[in-house]
């Protein structure tokens, strides 16, 4: 189905391209949202009669969408969350908790503006792009941890995983018998007594 974009649409194109889509794509995504018309010839007189509004309305929002990206300067957001001893996550971070803690430092996104490739699962440092604007976008450092204490110390640029291992604060205990034959596991003490 050919479309005019009435949006910048990430990998597709920009104001006023006509752009041929997969039909759901259109139906489910472009159409119902506003950001694309089907191309047709009543469409492509009505888009050039307002062709400068809908361009004025895009600098607008994007020039707003500057002025906020110039708040999340150097933005960083710590979450504490359960792992375990390997620094899995039970769980994941998902992007509600991402809002819930940009909310809490007093930047207001919206859900669709967070763009997560993946959901994250493990502690660490990671960055996580915010799509203000179709063309305006900023970066927020995620700092996932066990306590407040790790957090401060993988802001500072020390792997966490990496020292515990180091120490062998792992918790991974086996019984080591010297006098055991090479592939033998360790066995109890008191063997069952034979009825």
Known sequence: MDVILLERVEKLGAIGDV???KDGFARNFLLPNKKALRANEANRKVFEANRSRIEADNASRRS???KEAGSFKDVTVTLIRQASST???YGSVAVRDLIDALTA???KVAKSAIVLDKPIKAIGLYDVKVALHPEVSVTVKVNVA???EEA???ASGVDVMAQMFERD???FVEAYDPNAEPGATAETEAEPAAN
Do not use: T
């Open 19 to 21: 752009v041929k889509v």
């Open 64 to 66: 707003d969408a500057e």
């Open 87 to 89: 620094g899995q996550l």
């Open 105 to 107: 430092s007093k930047h």
């Open 146 to 148: 066990r306590s407040p």
């Open 152 to 154: 401060e110390m993988q």
């Open 169 to 171: 604060e792992a918790g």
